[in-house]
């Protein structure tokens, strides 16, 4: 059944069942009568098991050199898993940090989900709102609540490589707070692309 489809039966608007479907909303009880009512689904075919998915959308594997690389402001994100189904509710990426002060990384920015970095290479400077920076070497690890504004910052001459995942609540109704984290870098690098003939790097990310 197509959505167009579905929201005739139903009287949803087309846009709310598509973020329903792809987990950016969590239907409120009106919204599920009304769906219930439409499609004709007893309360126990809505609360039967739901079948297995196919393997192919619960797994997802990325070779070295594979997944999107996109630069904002002079770093580097490499999204290896950017088809993947399930980056709406963890989202793994490798950062290669350039900048060296807070300015340059764009200042202090916080978001929804929780947040873990694990340093690969270098020495990352971790900075958060109201708290000293803190000096992390390779194996060091940090988990925080990714709405403290926080950035990161190289130390030394050369970029801080480091492995982040960003974990968001599939219960949440924000659509905004689902968006899976590449989606925000593809914003932030288009937002602040240099015209055409300019050379430059694109600034802003999370």
Known sequence: MSLAVASKVTGIPAATLSRIENNRMSPTMPVVL??????????AGLMAPLP???????????????GEVIDVQGNTYTVPHATSRLNHQIQPV???????????AGGLRGHGGAELCYVL?????????????????????????????????????????????????????????????????????VAVAPPVGF????????
């Not at 998915?53 to 050199?65: C, D, K, N, R, V």
């Open 34 to 43: 009304k769906l219930m009512a439409g499609l004709r689904i007893t309360w």
């Open 52 to 66: 297995p998915q196919p393997h192919e959308s619960q797994i997802s594997i990325a070779l070295p050199g594979e």
């Open 94 to 104: 490798i950062f290669d940090i350039c900048s060296k002060t807070v300015e340059e």
């Open 121 to 189: 290479s270098g020495v990352l400077i971790m900075h958060f709102v109201d708290r000293a920076p803190l000096e992390l070497g390779v194996g060091a690890s940090v988990l925080f609540n990714g709405e403290i504004p926080h950035a990161y910052v190289a130390k030394g001459r050369g970029p801080t490589r480091v492995l982040l995942f960003n974990a968001v609540d599939p219960l949440m109704q924000s659509p905004d707070e689902m968006k899976p984290l590449i989606t925000t870098l593809r914003q932030s690098a």
């Open 199 to 206: 050379a430059g790097n694109f600034a802003g990310a999370p």
